[in-house]
């Protein structure tokens, strides 16, 4: 009982000298403190979202590079894939043609798709099936 | 970056480069018959056999000989789909969906016809030939 009043009286007598010897100092700029303190606190609080964007943006922009180079390479080493297309290149046709044995006459005309072409020969021999001809 | 512009510039010859060579002459000879029954169809006359039938009247047919080649712009060469009947063909220009070709139609030494015609892929020449016993012989010429 006399140990506790005696600790009781030295915490009481180190209080009283932290009280006097001890002064929180004052703050020399206490409201630029205060604003550094919360532009660190919001820093913080931010999401990391806008540091994943950054190599989406990029991806796209790579994206869209490619396919430019791709288009210019093809206009470059391709070309003729941008040309319009007539109908008339799809369609056989004679130009033009010359029986070189007088007794041979020939004519042309398209087959019924319109596609291919028919080049007729009249007058030619007949082969007998005794003769070779594979 | 350097390395994606040459994998695409070689993608980009070698695209030109197929293209080239894709397509090839084909010259056949064919004859021509009306038989009972017919004559089930060879494979490789499939496509030109309704054509045929109904240009030329006959119900079946026989592949006597089949020639492919490639041929070049300004390029010359002999089409020899048999030993009595061939053709000497010259490519006079090459596009991108048609030849412009010259060809001769020779019987042994003889010189039948000469023709000039545009050949378009998958659109047949159709030559029709003399009567051989009881058939018609028919050239064909194709961009296969």
């Known amino acids: 009982m006399k140990n506790s009043d005696q600790n009781e009286a030295q915490w009481d007598k180190t209080r009283a000298l932290l009280k006097a010897h001890l002064a929180v100092p004052p703050l020399q700029h206490p409201d630029f403190i205060n604003i550094q303190v919360l532009k660190s606190i919001r820093h913080e609080g931010k999401p990391r979202a806008a540091v994943a964007l950054f190599p989406l943006r990029w991806l796209a922009w790579s994206g869209a590079g490619a396919l430019a180079a791709a288009v210019v390479l093809t206009l470059i080493f391709l070309p003729h894939h941008f040309r319009p297309r007539s109908e008339g290149e799809f369609i056989s046709q004679v130009i033009e043609a010359r029986a070189e044995m007088p007794q041979l006459s020939l004519s042309s005309f398209h087959t019924p798709d319109e596609r291919g072409v028919v080049l007729w020969i009249e007058g030619s021999e007949f082969i007998p099936a005794s003769e070779v001809v594979r | ?144």
């Open chain 2, 1 to 144: 970056m350097r390395r994606a512009f040459l994998t695409l510039l070689a993608l980009a010859v070698f695209a030109t480069a197929v293209r080239a060579d894709g397509d090839r002459i084909w010259s056949a000879l064919v004859l021509a018959a009306n038989e009972n029954p017919e004559r089930p169809v060879p494979k490789s006359l499939a496509d030109v056999a309704p054509t045929i039938k109904k240009v030329f009247g006959y119900s079946s047919l026989y592949l006597l000989g089949e020639k492919k080649r490639d041929l070049v712009s300004g390029g010359e060469g002999w089409l020899v789909p048999s030993r009595e009947f061939f053709f000497r063909v010259q490519c006079l220009a090459l596009e991108d969906t048609f030849y412009k070709l010259r060809i001769e139609l020779y019987r042994g030494e003889k010189l039948l016809l000469t023709t000039e015609v545009k050949l378009a892929k998958d659109a047949p020449l159709y030559i029709r030939g003399p009567m051989w016993g009881e058939g018609q012989l028919i050239f064909l010429f194709e961009v296969r």
